[in-house]
T-cell receptor
Framework: GDSVTQMEGPVTLSEEAFLTINCTYT??????LFWYVQYPGEGLQLLLK?????DKGSNKGFEATYRKETTSFHLEKGSVQVSDSAVYFC?????????????FGTGTKLQVIP | GAGVSQSPSNKVTEKGKDVELRCDPI?????LYWYRQRLGQGLEFLIY????????KSGLPSDRFSAERTGESVSTLTIQRTQQEDSAVYLC???????????FGQGTRLTVV
């Protein structure tokens, strides 16, 4: 079945550092890919998405590129801020077994220190 | 509705009691998901509904956990004979066929004492 693998956290960075959170996936179809963010004490919300190969999703300074050849969708940001401290979830949506289903990774906690 | 609604938002129950958690998905969303998130942990998949059927319930941790969905709308997650390890936030999400993005509710925080 489909699966999403994220790098283990927590990730601790200083403010203005470069961020990469790795995400790889396996899927039987041709999935759409997502990054969700969960700020402390809040629910999950969509951060960005990409629906086809080589698409780049971007939002709030974060970017991720859909790489079909490496089945990856790594999240990057050039200069993180303390307010980016949150848990980040990689996800895919795929039609598998006759159903359209969303599959999530387990999440990566990011802590940005001043 | 405008978003995914979960109730109650908080529930404190005594060990051994049964609890019911409710999820109202976005109107017209055929897919509905339940997840569990323990304190400081990631998402743990519980069950997935497509319409009123559950093609994937592989994440239900024991036979104390069950879920149903009626009218392709509301879903209830029932935990029987609650244990302290059931304490967590239970999240519900829904998605449509046209827009595959999943939308989350705010969750139900369950505390078993």
């Amino acid at each position: 079945g489909d699966s999403v693998t994220q790098m283990e956290g927590p990730v601790t960075l200083s403010e203005e550092a470069f961020l990469t959170i790795n995400c790889t996936y396996t899927a039987t179809g041709y999935p759409s890919l997502f990054w969700y963010v969960q700020y402390p004490g809040e629910g999950l919300q969509l951060l960005l998405k990409a629906t086809k190969a080589d698409d780049k999703g971007s939002n709030k300074g974060f970017e991720a590129t859909y790489r079909k050849e490496t089945t990856s969708f790594h999240l990057e940001k050039g200069s993180v801020q303390v307010s980016d401290s949150a848990v980040y979830f990689c996800a895919l949506s795929d039609r598998s077994g006759g159903y359209q289903k969303v599959t999530f990774g387990t999440g990566t906690k990011l802590q940005v220190i001043p | 509705g405008a978003g995914v609604s979960q109730s109650p938002s908080n529930k404190v129950t005594e060990k051994g009691k049964d609890v019911e958690l409710r999820c109202d998905p976005i109107s017209g969303h055929t897919a509905l998901y339940w997840y569990r998130q323990r304190l400081g942990q990631g998402l743990e998949f519980l069950i997935y509904f497509q319409g009123n059927s559950a093609p994937d319930k592989s994440g239900l941790p024991s036979d104390r956990f069950s879920a149903e969905r009626t009218g392709e709308s509301v879903s209830t997650l029932t935990i029987q004979r609650t244990q302290q390890e059931d304490s967590a936030v239970y999240l519900c999400a829904s998605s449509s066929l046209q827009n595959t993005e999943a939308f989350f509710g705010q969750g139900t925080r369950l505390t078993v004492v």
